[in-house]
């Protein structure tokens, strides 16, 4: 897919937070829904309409996702009289919601991975432009997560939540041991912060092997685009890019010079799960990875975050591209009670109801007026507010599925030193 261009996220990031203070309406006053209304406002419960819709949820129900899902849910009935029927399917509800959709099974609500919504379900999904309009909702939402939905789909076919972005991650108290004041932000500034920390006694940077082609396509697609890299991905000639042998061999010399584990790449969480036991210093992730190494760890550190530094003076991409995502929220486009379903999806993704999730998951909020970020990553913000374009996930390294466990067996060999940068495209061209 052709990136999603000019999207200017520090602009919609510092609106601030909107004042609340009406009752939630009734399910058929559709735009006030949407406005960030204070659910706990509502004085008394509105009588049964007798109307249900049926959500199939990506979450389970303990996981803190579920539990703010759980409340907004019982505040929309209590608001509304629309009583909202939770089916907990979890990660597995990709494998099963094709067919129920396509079987005409009752429901109303489904959630998944923000893009597969937008490409996979996307004919099963109802048209939300006209609903999002008289919601107001771009006026509030993180403008990179709709733009690039209407970029996968041609239309507004979901509503973005939980969005996440993407950097190098670290412990800032390795930096400080480390004497580093200032976060690097080209390829070479990088490697002597690597140094620092070296001579620290830290590892500088971890590797898990389920994120080999994450870290390797972050280097690629910053010198020839993601565009660049999903042309070599689909057509191969690894040979004849000295962009890819010059990531090859970059990676050859961190191993080279002690940057990596020796045992890198771990097997996930191992790897990240260094710099928790303070062994390790930065890993390149997204932003649930704070969250991950606490809960594995128990550590008690505090975090930065910068974006993927430049890897060359002739870049085909900025420092301020990364790799941004989200989950979202859709209607299906047989629901028989879409409006309802729309000021569902309205309560949950804004307001009170997405600060309330923002903390208790460490993420990050959709509705830009909620300006509160959980401590874990409040030194993401900065980083994310600066991104002006969009990576997909491992950056244009997935767009060809008929090579995806070679590349990575690949990726990982070259990570793990048993190719040198010669071997390592030799061995990707042999995979076409």
Known sequence: MKKIIALLLAAVMVLGLAACGEKTPAANETTQAATGTDASEANTEAPATGKEIVYWSMWTEGEPQGTVIKEAAAAYEAATGVHVNIEWKGRDITTVLKAALDAGEKIDVFDDDFQRVSTQFAANA??????????????????????????????????????????????????????????????????DVCQKLKDAGY???????????????????????????????????????????????????????????????????????????????????????????????????????????????????????????????????????????FDFIMYLTSGEFDQEMALASNGIPADTRNEQWPEMIANVRDAFNAQTDVYEWNMGLNANGDIKEGLNDCITRLFAGSLDADSFVAAMDALY
């Open 203 to 341: 590892t500088p940077l971890a590797q898990d092997d389920a994120y080999t082609r994450y870290t390797f396509g972050f280097m690629l697609a910053r010198m020839i685009g993601e565009e660049g890299v999903v042309e070599l991905t689909n057509k191969g000639g690894w040979s004849n890019s000295a962009e890819a042998k010059q990531v090859a061999q970059m990676i050859v010399d961190l191993r080279s010079k002690g940057f990596l584990s020796d045992t890198a790449p771990d097997a996930y969480p191992n790897g990240e799960n260094e710099l928790g036991l303070g062994l390790a210093a930065m890993v390149v992730n997204a932003s649930w990875v704070p969250g991950e190494i606490t809960n594995n760890t128990q550590c008690d550190e505090v975090w930065g975050m910068f974006n993927f530094p430049a890897m060359t003076d002739k870049d085909a991409d900025p420092t301020t591209v990364a790799n941004i995502g989200a989950q979202g929220l859709a209607i299906n486009s047989k629901s028989e009670n879409p409006q309802e379903a």
């Open 126 to 191: 109802l048209d939300l432009e006209e609903m999002a309009k008289a919601a107001g909702y771009d006026d509030f939402a993180v403008a990179a997560l709709p733009t690039a939905v209407r970029g996968w789909a041609g239309k507004l076919v979901c509503i973005p939540y939980q969005p996440y972005t993407s950097g190098v991650f670290y412990v800032k108290s390795a930096f400080e041991a480390a004497g580093i004041t200032e976060e690097p932000k080209t390829w070479d500034e990088f490697l």
